[in-house]
């Protein structure tokens, strides 16, 4: 079993800062794509950022320029640093995680997710 935990969201005033964490621990021996994803009351779950583990990036046309998505390999970590944020950033913020995990025949692929963490900008 695989966990991931977030951490970072909070209140913030439009023009701000906020820097996302999402930590993965349990029964991992590797880990592929890790990415954020957002949802807004209402709306539908988007991509916001996803990194690869060789360290490629993609990002929603919405944030770049302001977001940024990182990993620490090393601690099965993944970041999003947020400037620049806007009303419209408002949302649960959600980490996933495609991690291989050992099995008793070998290894397999799964897809995690996080518990979500708000983030809130005020105008």
């Known amino acids: 079993q695989v966990q991931l935990v977030e951490s970072g969201g909070g209140l913030v005033q439009a023009g701000g800062s906020l820097r996302l964490s999402c930590a993965a621990s349990?029964?991992?021996?590797?880990?592929?794509?890790m990415g954020w994803y957002r949802q807004a009351p209402g709306k539908q779950r988007e991509l916001v950022a996803a990194?690869?583990?060789?360290?490629?990036?993609n990002y929603a046309d919405s944030v770049k320029g302001r977001f940024t998505i990182s990993r620490d390999n090393a601690k099965n970590t993944v970041y999003l640093q947020m400037s620049s944020l806007k009303p419209e950033d408002i949302a649960v913020y959600y980490c996933?995680?495609?991690?291989?995990?050992?099995?008793?025949?070998?290894?397999?692929?799964?897809?995690?997710w996080g518990q979500g963490t708000q983030v809130t900008v005020s105008s």
């Open positions: 349990g029964s991992i021996f590797s880990i592929n794509d």
């Open positions: 990194i690869t583990s060789g360290g490629s990036t």
């Open positions: 996933k995680a495609v991690v291989r995990h050992p099995t008793a025949w070998g290894t397999s692929l799964s897809v995690y």
